[in-house]
């Protein structure tokens, strides 16, 4: 079994930055390649970024694209995503995954473990 906990979330002003972590826990060879996802009120839940098991590979939506960073340090079994010069519209819960792949993975049905979220509010 596999636990996945986010935090860093909160309030911020459009402009700002913040830094989501997300630490694993529990069987390694299912927390390969990992991702993060949003969802905010009444839409669908997207992609955001995602990295290879080794951190080699990583992909971006085109909306976050140059404004943020996913980092993974394997060492401490946790994923990161760097978030800059934030909008009203990266409002949203923020949610890490974890996948038994090991390349780049950016479809929500080939993650195996959903952690609970973490709450960003980006205010105009």
């Known amino acids: 079994q596999v636990q996945l906990v986010e935090s860093g979330g909160g309030l911020v002003q459009a402009g700002g930055s913040l830094r989501l972590s997300c630490a694993a826990s529990g069987r390694a060879s299912s927390t390969k390649a990992m991702g993060w996802f949003r969802q905010a009120p009444g839409k669908e839940r997207e992609f955001v970024a995602a990295i290879s098991w080794l951190g080699g590979e990583t992909d971006y939506a085109d909306s976050v694209k140059g404004r943020f960073t996913i980092s993974r340090n394997n060492a401490k079994n946790t994923l990161y995503l760097q978030m800059n010069s934030l909008k009203p519209e990266d409002t949203a819960d923020y949610y890490c995954?974890?996948?038994?792949?090991?390349?780049?993975?950016?479809?929500?049905?080939?993650?195996?473990?959903w952690g609970q979220g973490t709450q960003v509010t980006v205010s105009s």
């Open positions: 995954a974890a996948s038994r792949f090991v390349g780049i993975v950016v479809v929500q049905y080939e993650y195996d473990y």
